[in-house]
């Protein structure tokens, strides 16, 4: 297998790679090259195992309507190998690599089974591959739960309430969002709220029940284009999220975060890694993003000029180890109270690829299809939203808002758990409904969803269920992959031998 194509079969991964180029950051994370793996395939050396093929052979016979099993069928020893053999793949340059943050996301991933959920996408979605091929496709956010939904900065740059991460975006049955949000809002009431099943069964209908009725309204008075949900306009718990996310203000916020004892630059910390040498580089890279994307530079980013660069460690759940950056641009006062911080994630495979029922909707590039989906999902969202290459990799970039924050759900009281579930389930239907207007539907997809459920209630039940079976599961899941990383298994990766 050549690195091409390894790393089209790798969530890591970008599928192409610039040979000519140092793609070591200071935190150990890189990305895979032509030439080493070409060299390995050249002498014979065994190479890393992939089924990606496999399952996309398996959604399609399952999209088809052929009997087919689907991995959630396997239970004992058989499962767990399944398991082991995705999470392997799904980090395969990680672990090859011995990328330190991956071996710490394990790490996360074992003591906590919601972290578990979140870092495992691939894994959820294998076991639906094909699924649901009869219902309506639309842009599907991909990666729905409790914890991704947030405020956010739209283009005025105002704060405002949605889905806050794209990152496995993907067209898709609309059920299939529902599915991972439902198991998302389960597994999170049970390891965070501590409730038993009976009230986690209730919150789950109350997101579910806030689709079904919003999407419902949408297919009547097609008022999906409207407004943004701003604290005007919120439900109160999501007006006071927003109104406490604005408190302090953007120069405490750097000073308290970001800047050295001169606030000329980034501070060190375990979280970030000042590169101030690579401020050239950078600044020839932004630049270049804003001549190519075509972004307006609002007053408020002064001359784009790049203050310092910095490498941040440490943040997410599923997208831990892979590379991240901040690059500070100096505010029009250049008083360091006002320093606009833009992040460069790298972006991978989305883990719905090959799994979803074939679709005609296609979007390429692993951060265009990204971008593609805030855009589509997200009405005036955040000017400084775009993709970039560098070095061969592929870059989403996106404004670190002073604002941006997300719901505690440590402080819901079992009431308010219930209506940020339903809040959020209307989130995702303005989202779905937004597919037809700015997404690539050619068609008014709101009545197909609302014909599609049929009879609400059996609806409702019937997601309820799926995320019961899902959750029980994922605890089965869970304990199989805390035995095996205490046993050393995910520090290599599947070959295939001669």
Not at 130 to 140: K, N, S
Not at 356 to 366: K, M, Q, R, T
């Amino acid at each position: 297998m050549d690195d091409k194509a390894a790393a089209s079969n790798e969530g890591d991964s970008t599928a192409e790679y610039d040979t000519a180029a140092d793609n070591t950051d200071a935190g150990g994370r890189v990305s895979a090259r032509d030439d080493e793996t070409a060299a390995a395939d050249d002498a014979g050396r065994p190479g890393p195992a992939s089924r990606v093929e496999s399952f996309r052979l398996l959604a399609q016979a399952r999209a088809d309507g052929e009997m087919v099993p689907l991995p959630r069928m396997l239970d004992g020893d058989d499962r767990r190998l399944h398991v082991r053999q995705t999470i392997r793949e799904d980090h395969q340059l990680r672990i090859a690599r011995h990328n330190e943050e991956a071996f710490g996301k394990f790490d996360k991933l074992a003591g906590s089974r919601f972290s578990f959920f979140r870092g495992t996408a691939l894994l959820f979605y294998r076991d639906m591959a094909g699924e649901d091929a009869w219902m309506p496709t639309v842009l599907a956010a991909g990666d729905i739960h409790p914890e991704n939904f947030g405020v956010m900065p739209n283009a005025d740059n105002v704060p405002i309430f949605g889905i806050n991460d794209y990152d496995e975006v993907f067209y898709a049955p609309f059920t299939w969002d529902l599915k991972r949000g439902a198991t998302g809002f389960m597994i999170a009431a049970d390891e965070i709220g501590g409730y038993g099943h009976g009230k986690r069964c209730k919150i789950i209908r109350s997101f579910v029940h806030g689709y079904v009725d919003r999407i419902s309204a949408y297919a009547t008075d097609h008022s999906e284009g409207d407004s943004d949900l701003r604290e005007d306009n919120a439900p109160e718990l999501i007006a006071s999220l927003i109104k406490s996310a604005k408190s302090g203000g953007r120069a405490k916020w750097l000073s308290k975060k970001y800047y050295n004892e001169t606030a000329t630059g980034f501070k060190s910390s375990s979280k970030l890694v000042p590169i101030s040498s690579r401020r050239d580089e950078f600044q020839e890279l932004i630049d270049r993003y804003v001549e190519e994307s075509g972004i307006t530079v609002p007053m408020r980013a002064g001359a784009m000029r790049v203050k310092d660069v910095a490498e941040r460690r440490g943040q997410g759940t599923a997208s831990l180890g892979l590379v991240r950056y901040y690059v500070m641009i100096e505010g029009p006062l250049t008083d360091a109270s006002d320093d606009i911080l833009l992040e460069l994630k790298q972006a991978r495979r989305s883990a719905l690829e090959g799994l979803v029922p074939p679709s005609e909707h296609l979007v390429e590039g692993n951060a265009d299809r990204v971008v593609h989906g805030q855009r589509v999902q997200l009405v005036s969202g955040d000017r400084f939203y775009g993709s970039i290459k560098h070095r061969g990799i592929s870059f989403l970039v996106r404004e670190r808002s002073w604002f941006r924050d997300d719901m505690d759900l440590d402080d819901l009281s079992f009431k308010q758990w219930r209506e940020y579930a339903q809040i959020c389930g209307e989130v995702l239907a303005h989202a779905h409904a937004l597919s037809d207007e700015a997404g690539l539907l050619d068609h008014d997809v709101e009545p197909e969803i609302v014909e599609a459920i049929g009879f609400p209630e059996l609806f409702v039940d019937d997601i309820v269920r799926f995320a019961d079976d899902a959750d029980s599961r994922c605890k089965r899941d869970h304990q199989a992959f805390r035995e095996d990383h205490a046993l050393g298994a995910f520090r290599r990766i599947d070959l295939v031998y001669r």
